[in-house]
């Protein structure tokens, strides 16, 4: 495919391009056309880039190196390029850019300065793995990894116990048996999870299981765990109630404490209430205790 075959690009324009999570036939058309017609393509790992362009047939690119550890460094760079007139691409190594890759900075950039950014949508594992898991999909919220330190991610899965959105999370081979037992603790046994591992590649296996069974499952296996993993999880069913305010109580306690404007200031946040409200009540139940002296 030549340059000249295809519709040129708006100049001094980002490309956010997505691009395959695995099987080399879901990059689209579209995206195809923008890789090959760019000026200059940012991307995640440059020799993985590289491989798919070569599949491509994009000829003889210019590529950009822009990851984790130097992208705020190379951001200015990027776009001086975008200001004087170069169209970019910018790809990560699987999927769509900045959902768990980098590219938030350079994007952010873009749009302060009021450059064009245009998105290419295609792949994206956290719809992939949704799509299949035959979990609720109308309302999700997406978690990305979980701290690789074993109490900031149970103080973190601890705040979730009361989301009624389905979660999606990223995970590595090497944490995802503790991080389904962790799930399994904190969430319960038996909430379901769908355990979707290296979507739309050769090896790709969805299983789906109440967490406690699945994290079993998982920990008899003799080969160790490989690939790329995506966990959903369905959400609590019926969310705890929170128990509710005695305000009568709260006012007595904190207007034993504190002065009447400070105690009512507190009691407003706490309850939701108004200030003036709770300020008048406290002032009530100081002039009657007053009387009953």
Same mark, same amino acid.
């Given at each position: 495919?030549?340059?000249?075959?295809?519709?040129?690009?708006?100049?001094?324009?980002?490309?956010?391009?997505?691009?395959?999570?695995?099987?080399?036939?879901?990059?689209?058309?579209?995206?195809?056309?923008?890789?090959?017609?760019?000026?200059?393509?940012?991307?995640?790992?440059?020799?993985?880039?590289?491989?798919?362009?070569?599949?491509?047939?994009?000829?003889?690119?210019?590529?950009?190196?822009?990851?984790?550890?130097?992208?705020?460094?190379?951001?200015?760079? !990027? *776009? $001086?390029?975008?200001?004087?007139?170069?169209?970019? +691409?910018?790809? =990560?190594?699987? %999927?769509? &850019?900045?959902?768990?890759?980098?590219?938030?900075?350079?994007?952010?950039?873009?749009?302060?300065?009021?450059?064009? !950014? *245009? $998105?290419?949508?295609?792949?994206?594992?956290?719809? +992939?793995?949704? =799509?299949?898991? %035959?979990? &609720?999909?109308?309302?999700?919220?997406?978690?990305?990894?979980?701290?690789?330190?074993?109490?900031?991610?149970?103080?973190?899965?601890?705040?979730?116990?009361?989301?009624?959105?389905?979660?999606?999370?990223?995970?590595?081979?090497?944490?995802?048996?503790?991080?389904?037992?962790?799930?399994?603790?904190?969430?319960?046994?038996?909430?379901?999870?769908?355990?979707?591992?290296?979507?739309?590649?050769?090896?790709?296996?969805?299983?789906?299981?109440?967490?406690?069974?699945?994290?079993?499952?998982?920990?008899?296996?003799?080969?160790?765990?490989?690939?790329?993993?995506?966990?959903?999880?369905?959400?609590?069913?019926?969310?705890?109630?929170?128990?509710?305010?005695?305000?009568?109580?709260?006012?007595?306690?904190?207007?034993?404490?504190?002065?009447?404007?400070?105690?009512?200031?507190?009691?407003?946040?706490?309850?939701?209430?108004?200030?003036?409200?709770?300020?008048?009540?406290?002032?009530?139940?100081?002039?009657?205790?007053?009387?009953?002296?």
């Amino acid at each position: 495919m030549s340059k000249a075959s295809i519709p040129s690009l708006q100049p001094g324009t980002l490309y956010v391009v997505a691009t395959p999570i695995g099987n080399l036939g879901d990059i689209s058309a579209r995206a195809t056309q923008v890789l090959h017609n760019a000026d200059v393509i940012v991307a995640e790992d440059t020799r993985h880039t590289l491989g798919l362009l070569n599949h491509l047939g994009v000829e003889a690119p210019r590529l950009i190196s822009l990851h984790e550890h130097n992208e705020a460094r190379q951001v200015p760079r !990027v *776009i $001086a390029l975008l200001q004087s007139g170069v169209c970019l +691409a910018l790809v =990560s190594d699987a %999927g769509t &850019p900045m959902i768990s890759d980098p590219g938030y900075r350079l994007v952010n950039k873009a749009k302060t300065l009021d450059l064009p !950014v *245009i $998105a290419v949508p295609g792949p994206s594992a956290v719809t +992939a793995a949704l =799509s299949i898991s %035959g979990l &609720p999909t109308d309302r999700f919220v997406f978690e990305g990894f979980l701290s690789a330190r074993t109490e900031a991610r149970r103080t973190r899965l601890r705040s979730l116990t009361s989301e009624t959105r389905t979660l999606v999370f990223f995970e590595s081979p090497k944490r995802v048996q503790d991080t389904l037992t962790d799930i399994a603790n904190i969430f319960g046994e038996d909430r379901l999870v769908a355990f979707c591992r290296e979507l739309t590649k050769h090896f790709e296996s969805v299983q789906r299981a109440p967490v406690g069974e699945l994290a079993a499952r998982l920990r008899e296996l003799p080969e160790k765990i490989k690939g790329e993993i995506v966990l959903v999880v369905r959400g609590v069913e019926t969310p705890p109630s929170a128990k509710p305010i005695d305000e009568s109580l709260l006012i007595e306690l904190l207007a034993g404490v504190l002065p009447p404007r400070k105690a009512s200031e507190i009691a407003a946040r706490l309850t939701g209430g108004r200030k003036n409200d709770f300020y008048k009540r406290i002032l009530t139940a100081a002039d009657r205790a007053a009387t009953d002296l």
